[in-house]
């Protein structure tokens, strides 16, 4: 497992190069009007890792925040790609005892959540290497409650996003939640990934584009 995946530098410097990124907004994701259009622009010029054309809504954070199900208070909650942090807000309000531990790899993003969500960890790095951020902040993997992704698997690299669900499925004791979403169930289920049983998915048409929520538990 630990084979598959690649290093921090090297996966960061490729998948940079790969998807044509120039600057710290690439991937631009937020919940403000500011950020929509920065968002806009960026999915124009980078549409691999921004995967959308719109910042998700409340109503999918909430369906998001809400698939994780009953956690223990002191566990750790671990997100994947917040963008400027609509899900993780909605993490936070959702379990106020929990620590929330938020991975993303652009810099002008993990400033802006910094600033706005003190409470929460907010790691600069890629998800690839979920394992070595934990380790960093010396958090066990038996405390990882779930995984919430918001990132856009399908239009990343395929040696990434395989990379990342390794990296999930190293991370998340058995048992547990990873909650995924997506425009396309059906592009998805190709991932079919490895070591994760699926639950029922939801939809969610009150978001721009409707999406999916696809709830999977970590299973042998
Ligand atoms: C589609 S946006 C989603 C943002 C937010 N969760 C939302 O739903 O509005 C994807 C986010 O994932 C980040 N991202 C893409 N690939 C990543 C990786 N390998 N590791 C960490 N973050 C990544 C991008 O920088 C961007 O902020």
Redesign the pocket.
Known sequence: MAGKVVTENVTHRR?VSKVGLTGPA????S?TMRGTLMFLGQMASHWR????IA??GPSLARAMAKMVGDIRPGQVVLE????TG??TKELVRRFPHNRIVA????SV?VRSLRAALPGVTVVE????QLPKHLNDLGIAVEDVAAVVS???LLS?PRH?STG?LNAVAEVLPMGRRYVQ?TYSKRAWRKFDPPGFRSHPSKRVWLNVPPAVVLPFTRAG
């Open positions: 998948y690439a991937g631009v994701c919940i890792t921004t995967g959308a910042p998700s994947l790609g917040p963008g609509s899900f991975v993303e790899f652009n993003f790095g890629c998800a690839t918001g990132l856009p990343l990434i990342i979403f």
